[in-house]
Nanobody, 124 residues
Framework: VQLQASGGGLVQAGGYLRLSCAVS????????VGWFRRAPGKEREFVSAIRKSGDRTTYADSVKGRFTISRDNAKNAVDLQKNSLKPEDTAVYYCVAGRPITSAIMMSSLYRIWGQGTLVTVSS
């Protein structure tokens, strides 16, 4: 398995969750790793991404200031800390990997490797 996401669950609005994506070594050291989500009845949308150096991150406007993406080099993992959760954050979250150019980092089609998804439900 190249990408293995975990950490989803049920949480009340205002609460927090931490998602983790275990990444195979070759992918972890070579590309961009990020998260997308798909809410019920909605299109898939970009959430966040982090470059292999770990020094540059990108966030969707809808999560900026609430979510933090980070790399754990000891575990070859990319984590997504989600604070101040809202009911509209309810979705299946997918860990992804690829090599999109900076200007296209939010385009799902440029990420060639997708994990299985983990469900996050935020109750109001």
């Amino acid at each position: 398995v190249q990408l293995q996401a975990s950490g989803g669950g049920l949480v009340q609005a205002g609460g927090y969750l931490r998602l983790s994506c275990a990444v195979s070594g070759r992918i972890y050291s070579s590309g961009i790793v990020g998260w997308f989500r798909r809410a019920p009845g909605k299109e898939r949308e970009f959430v966040s991404a982090i470059r292999k150096s770990g020094d540059r991150t990108t966030y969707a406007d809808s999560v900026k200031g609430r979510f933090t993406i980070s790399r754990d080099n000891a575990k070859n993992a990319v984590d997504l800390q989600k604070n101040s959760l809202k009911p509209e954050d309810t979705a299946v979250y997918y860990c992804v990997a690829g090599r999109p150019i900076t200007s296209a980092i939010m385009m799902s089609s440029l990420y060639r490797i997708w994990g299985q998804g983990t469900l996050v439900t935020v109750s109001s």
